[in-house]
């Protein structure tokens, strides 16, 4: 005996050692690799159809999301020195590296298109800034008569003015975010205020917030479990070693993805909280475990006690630590990359958490010992053996009663479920009164909105979109779209040539229409590229006038909004359609979009994926279908109470939410598989059901519970985040984490009971 437990401090301290050097190289890799990805085209598949046709589109009309600079001056922007800084701002863009000149637009690089007794005249509002009031009020007539100006880059009330600079998302990096909201800003004054909004800006927030996020969470969910682990187990040894072991399985899980050059996306930052919650448990059970036997066992050896541990643990651990794998692999059925690295490598960390809990801990238990905690006195715990056998007892009396609950509770659930929506909102990971969502609102009252929406019209005809009766039903669709409260305004070939037709026809405002003939369109066309800057016009018609762009400006970037302005333009496929015109989709804003309803395709898959391989696992694992169904049951309550809440209480599904389920399912799967396990031996050392239920509500039961109360410490922790996605996932895990646990320790209870599971002789008492 003394032999083995000399042998096996030596395999102790070697396995320690080896785990700190893993860790070390892991460590140092994450110090060199590790990156944020701020690039949202990042996170979509980029070989889905949608994605390429819409990135195709982007290279035939240069679409680029906009860096949005609004200036306001509450006397009016009117002035010389707002005019000035106009001017400046815009000049400083257009010198920036990251900017071609041709993508910054404002006032001051705006053309106006005029007429003249020569034809067509098409100059800058202004070149040199001006200074007289009579000069000053020509200007604010000239910007008031242009619509393609008015209104998009001077607001109605003419107290802001906005510069917007396209960009190419791979020149935003985190330095220039904050180079650019320098620079932004450093034009303030105590008459002007800036505010600075776009896509791209979204990027570089969440950049910024969500590593500062993950620094605050860690520590955190550290410290909260820390508490309740060693309210649970009696022993700063115990609780030490599991919060060490579960801690060095999110740096090898952060250290693989930088040794892969997987960057670190916003879900990924999440992946220490999930893994801090769920590693514990093995703990809990292995330390549960430990502790019965050697009260069982007194003046037992380590080494006698860790064999007994592991001996008994490590089947139900494993399946259990598979399981929850699965379902984090089944992630990989997304087309979503965050969702799928946040998938694998929170798998990888799962099993990095199982494999330490039986090597790490035993190797710490070997070498610092262990001080069983006493059984306290009955009278004083509820959760005793007693206390669970008689809720047990009584669960069973009343299974008419069970049943009728989870009827009910199945009905209610997909009631919400039915209600359960997508979002496809970046802004919506940020508070409402944050500073880059308040500045959104702030622009889109203003403007006609900082999210875009491109329709791309496409005909086998050249010269097409000189015809005024396709132009006509393109002005007709904006009209129409434009009605719509979440649609701020649109822009198009036909507004260059309603705006062409009426000044060369003195101003009249009864010739703001398309040009009646094609002789006509064709002549404007001419006459804009002979007087004006023709890239202009490649932004909206390719040059055989075959396939043209129409950009529509939201009021917001979620589906809702998007989804609206679709309905009606779609509307308008079959009447273009009549004309051998195809109507596409591009822009950030329809890709948001798809890359939501990729979110759902993959969540309904994984679910089914899960689910299937759970139950056959369990099968094979209990040698029984009938062990497998049931214990498939308290997770598949657990998801559809999960979805059907969130339905209820208009909860959306987004990037952080879609992990619900697998999460569920995951986690939860483990209280069923360590209750059937306990439950399968008692009743082949008793022989009768209820003397093996009673025996496994008080061992199991009781660990399971305890289990269930630190993963909800753990995700409740989340509620302390900066972003509203992750509260809200932190709050329905461990909502989820409660119905697990009433689920396991009530229906699949009842129904492992009822229907005999492992009960093989003929005749069994039912007691």
Known sequence: MQNNEKKLKGLAWLTILSVLILSVWFMSAMMKNARMETNLDEYMPSEHPAFVYSDQAQEWFNIKDGILIAIENKSGIYNPQTLGKIRDITEALEDMEEFDASDVMSLYAADNITGDEW???????????????????????????????????????????????????????????????????????EDEVIYVAGRPIVEGTMALLGPADMKKMVPLVLFVIAVVLYFLLRSYRAAGATLLSVFISSIWAFGLMSVLNVPIYSVSTMIPVMLIAIGVAYGIYFYNHLNRYYLQNPGTSRYEAIRYTLGILWKPLAMAAFTT?????????????????????????????????????????????????????????????????????????????????????????????????????????????????????????????????????????????????????????QEETEKLAVVGNSFSLADYLKRMNKVMNEDREEYYTIPSSSDMVAQYLLLYEMSGDPENLLRVVNYDYNRTNITFQLKGDDSRTINEALSVIKGFEDRFAGHGIEINYAGSGYKALVFTSLILEGQILSIGITLILVIILLSLMFRSIKAGLIGAVPITLTALISFGVMGLLNIPLSTTTALLSSIAIGIGIDYAIHFIQNYRMNIANSGSRQDALHATMGQTGKAILFNAVVVIAGFLVLLFSVFPPNRTLGALVSMNMFTSLLGTLSIMMVLIYTYKVFVRRPGENAK
């Open 119 to 189: 034809g067509l005249d098409v100059r800058a509002f202004y070149t040199r800034v001006p200074a007289t009031p009579e000069r000053l009020e020509e200007l604010r007539l000239d910007v008031r008569d242009n619509d393609m100006v008015y209104r998009r880059l001077v607001s109605e009330d003419e107290t802001v003015a906005l510069i917007v600079a396209g960009m190419n998302s791979e020149y935003f990096t985190q330095e220039f975010y904050r180079e650019i909201m320098d620079f932004a800003h450093s034009f303030e004054s």
């Open 325 to 477: 794998m699965i379902g984090f692999i089944s992630l990989l059925t997304s087309q979503v990359y965050p969702i799928k690295y946040f998938g694998v490598f929170t798998a990888f960390g799962i099993f990095s958490a199982f494999l330490l809990a039986l090597v790490f801990l035993p190797a710490a238990v070997m070498l610092l010992g262990y001080k069983p905690r006493e059984k306290k006195s009955k009278s004083s715990d509820f959760l005793n053996d007693r206390g669970l056998s008689v809720m047990a007892d009584k669960l069973l009396e009343r299974k008419r009663w069970v049943y009728t609950a989870v009827a009910v509770i199945v009905l209610v659930s997909l009631i919400g479920l039915q209600r359960v929506w997508i979002n496809s909102s970046f802004l919506d990971n940020f508070e409402k009164d944050s500073d880059i969502v308040q500045t959104d609102a702030f622009v889109n009252s203003k403007f006609g909105g900082t999210s875009t929406l491109n329709v791309i019209l496409e005909s086998k005809t050249a010269d097409a979109f000189k015809q005024p009766e396709y132009l006509r039903l393109m002005d007709t669709m």
